[in-house]
């Protein structure tokens, strides 16, 4: 770029940013690009870049998906090689707005048998590509992200690691937007992966322990919009009630698992059962001290500490996040939720404070021990102290006033006089 070249450095930061989803320099980089001159071609850019081609698939099951599939589909056509549609007995039409698509292939009548990964690992037997990307149907593929999935599989196809491709979920809430950087969606086929779970399942290499260390875990920037979270979609489908009748049988049939427990737990949680929820999750943490190639510990304890806060358990809120801190010293939200809780005990003990000196002048009229109280308290110690915690509250007009009125009757007091000063 500082040589001039924009378009070859954009391809460059492309790149950078494929392999890092959630880079802070993108916007700056972005802007700087666009001042940048295009200049000539670099063809050793372009060949330091090329990646070897791939096919790719793009899989999706249906059931009564007519809502959504159209939209689906139309934002993979440019992506992928072929796209298998994986029907459990649609009846809404689903098949018959997209059978006639280019690229579409049905397979009909996979049932689901409570269990999602059944269905998925028989889908892959109809797969011919090299790469396959899974899609649920209310998602739709980022316009910005076609040529990425191409890209980043042939980056990726001849590692000899067990590689999954992490991608992003762009959810669509109530008007909100969130976004969950860990889904594992895409993967290389004939390489002994497969799915694991009846809900809320998990790739995992074949025979081996879910946890298994050896599997390469990319995020990639493959972003998937996403409208299925809306409160009138899971409750047309319900999906809450599904989830957690599944979630119950693979937590009975795998009971050391935390994973299974953390999506549990959270199910149960948004039915509105807390105290539920959070036995739940506090199974699912000890559990995890056995796993150590569980990555999700620290989800499990921001959860925790959500109850806690809501709670007013902030001494356990914080003790939580420190605990996840353990794990992960650099987790952001731990860092917040551990100041969150800082700040409402601090609060908490301002407003303590701030009682306990009112009442230190008040006993003067009633103590009458053997000890001999500290006059100067009542004279003039409680009320330097108060307004110090007017001072720190933030409330400086306030402060200023109070200090003002002591130096009236202790004219001689430097410490006040000091912080008027710095007011």
């Not at 698939?57 to 072929?82: F, K, P, Y």
């Not at 396959?132 to 980056?155: C, I, T």
């Not at 969606?185 to 998990?202: D, K």
Request: glycine share 6%; hydrophobic share 40%.
């Amino acid at each position: 770029m500082k040589q001039g070249c924009g378009e070859a450095a954009r391809s460059a930061f492309d790149r950078a940013w494929l392999l890092d989803p959630q880079a802070l320099w993108v916007q700056a980089v972005q802007g700087a690009l666009a001042a940048a001159p295009m200049g000539p071609a670099r063809t050793e850019v372009d060949e330091l870049l090329a990646v070897q081609p791939v096919t790719i698939a793009a899989a999706i099951m249906t059931l009564n998906e007519a809502r959504c599939i159209e939209r689906c589909v139309h934002s993979l056509m440019g992506a992928v090689d072929e796209i298998v549609i994986i029907d459990s007995g649609s009846t809404d039409g689903t098949i018959e707005l997209v059978e006639h698509l280019p690229k579409v292939k049905i397979v009909h009548h996979i049932e689901l048998n409570d269990d999602f990964a059944g269905k998925r690992n028989q889908g892959l037997s109809y797969i011919n590509s090299d790469w396959v990307l899974w899609v649920d149907a209310d998602e739709w593929l980022f316009e910005e992200d076609v040529a990425g999935v191409r890209e980043a599989a042939g980056l990726f196809h001849n590692r000899v690691e067990q590689v999954v491709f992490n991608v992003c979920q762009v959810n669509y809430m109530k008007g909100k937007q969130s976004m969950d950087y860990g889904v594992p969606r895409m993967f290389p086929m004939n390489r002994n992966l497969q799915y694991y779970g009846r809900v809320h399942e998990q790739i995992v290499m074949s025979g081996a322990d879910m946890y298994e260390g050896r599997m390469q875990r990319q995020s990639i920037r493959i972003r998937l919009h996403h409208d299925g979270y809306e409160p009138h979609i899971l409750q047309a489908r319900n999906k809450v009630n599904r989830n957690l009748r599944l979630l119950r049988m693979m937590v009975e049939e795998d009971p050391d698992n935390p994973g299974w427990l953390l999506y549990y737990g959270r199910e149960t949680l948004a039915t509105g059962d807390v105290d539920k929820a959070k036995q739940i999750f506090e199974e699912a943490a000890v559990k995890a001290q056995n796993k150590p190639n569980f990555g999700r510990l620290p989800d499990i304890l921001m959860f925790l500490c959500g109850i806690h806060m809501n709670a007013k358990n902030y001494v356990q809120a914080e003790a939580v996040c420190r605990k996840a801190l353990e794990v992960q010293p650099t987790f952001p939200d731990a860092l917040y939720h551990l100041a969150q809780a800082q700040m409402r005990q601090a609060v908490a003990l301002l407003q303590s404070a701030e009682r306990h000196l009112q009442e230190s002048k008040e006993a003067f009229q009633s103590y009458r021990g053997t000890v001999t109280a500290d006059h100067t308290i009542l004279g003039w110690k409680a009320d330097v102290a108060l307004a110090d915690l007017t001072r720190l509250s933030g409330k400086h007009a306030e402060a200023k006033e109070k200090y003002e009125q002591i130096l009236q009757k202790h004219p001689n007091l430097q410490s006040v006089r000091k912080q008027l000063e710095k007011l």
